[in-house]
């Protein structure tokens, strides 16, 4: 196993710059704020590390990029920032999410919650859930998998229409498989940063996708037609699990990330590390590292701790979809339908570590 292992003046200047605006910019940050980035450069800080490279196959050894610093980003011409006219995160479900209107709906709820902490400031709204048919894009039978597969540049075109004014961004997600074009096997995602939109798909997030009894397989000689969706009625949808609950959260936040215009990250151990495979994404953290959450901070102008709290909030609350505002067990109607969130709790002792640095 090797280490991606910077040296403290690199990360230093990866993460301040050494233009004197940006300087100044960020001696100006609350003193708890650099008191937590300025671990980037800590050695022995417990809280960030660096990258670890486990096989050839790992993204930054087969996808050699520029990195990008915080200066980089900053002066970037092409990023998109929200402003107060376009202030809004719009998520669209395509086709069910779970295996029940409830399921289905509680989890496009619960995403909505992460990114509204995540994405501390902005909005994060909801557009009604659509079935795949009304997205008019074309789908295959994938011959190695043998599961349904709808194309990824159909949906982006979709979204791109339905975009509302006040969008900074409408990212779509469901539970079918994607292929971006008929040469390839898959994508778990596409997104058009110039556009501000994007799809991704968690499908292959569930624990069975990878498995011989994948349930997702249609028989090899069914015939698909092009205008006929019925096929996506009652077609198999994995078991929301908290594992798939934080594979989804983090490639929402991750993917949305890049709408921000941040890079795939080549500092230390960070949400925006680019992934090639499963055991890859699940290795990358939830959170990011202090060079990638000044760029994001930068574009939002959130405060570091009430958006860590938020986090917390988010974990803690169980039931919730908006934290502290929905009482628990008050929705005697509604099946009870606590949010997994087991998959996030040492993520939570994380942030609380986070948190204590900020506040001392
Ligand atoms: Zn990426
Ligand atoms: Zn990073």
Redesign the pocket.
């Known amino acids: 196993m090797q280490t991606i292992q910077h040296s403290e003046q690199t990360l230093k200047t990866a993460l301040i710059s050494k233009n004197p605006v940006l300087v100044s910019q960020y001696e100006k940050l609350d003193a708890g704020e650099q008191r937590l980035m300025n671990e980037a450069f800590r050695p022995t800080s417990g809280l960030f590390g660096p990258i670890t490279l486990h096989s050839q196959s790992d993204?930054i050894i087969s996808h050699p990029e520029a990195p990008q610093d915080f200066e980089e980003f900053f002066s970037d011409p092409y990023r998109k920032t929200p402003s107060p006219e376009k202030h809004s995160i719009y998520i669209q479900s395509i086709g069910s999410l779970g295996n029940t209107r409830i399921i289905s709906e509680e989890y496009i709820k619960w995403l909505k919650g992460y990114c509204e902490a995540f994405f501390y400031g902005l909005t994060v709204k909801l557009l009604e859930p659509v079935p795949v048919s009304a997205t008019r894009c074309s789908f295959r039978v994938n011959d190695n998998t043998q599961n349904l597969q709808i194309h990824a540049g159909d949906i982006l075109k979709y979204l791109k229409k339905k975009k509302p004014e006040d969008a900074f961004c409408v990212v779509g997600i469901t539970m079918i498989d994607l292929y971006p074009r008929d040469s390839w096997n898959f994508v778990f995602g596409q997104a058009s940063l110039t556009d501000g939109v994007g799809i991704f798909s968690f499908a292959r997030y569930g624990s069975d996708f990878y498995s011989l009894h994948y349930e997702g397989k249609l028989k090899k000689l069914q015939k698909t037609s092009p205008i006929d969706y019925s096929i996506f009625d009652n077609y198999y949808i994995p078991e929301i699990t908290s594992v798939l609950l934080l594979r989804s959260c983090k490639t929402l936040t991750?993917?949305i990330?890049?709408i921000f215009g941040l890079?795939?990250c080549q500092w230390l151990t960070c949400l925006?590390?680019?992934?090639n495979h499963l055991e890859e994404a699940d290795r990358r953290p939830l959170n990011l590292c202090p060079i990638c959450l000044r760029k994001l901070q930068c574009a939002i102008g959130f405060s570091i701790v009430e958006r860590y709290k938020a986090l917390v909030r988010w974990i803690d609350d169980e039931s919730a979809d908006t934290p502290g505002v929905t009482p628990k067990h008050s929705r005697k109607d509604k099946e009870n339908l606590p949010k997994p969130v087991e998959a996030f709790k040492e993520w939570k002792e994380w942030i609380l570590k986070c948190l204590a640095l900020l506040q001392k």
């Open positions: 993204w991750h993917e990330g890049h890079r795939h925006m590390q680019g992934s």
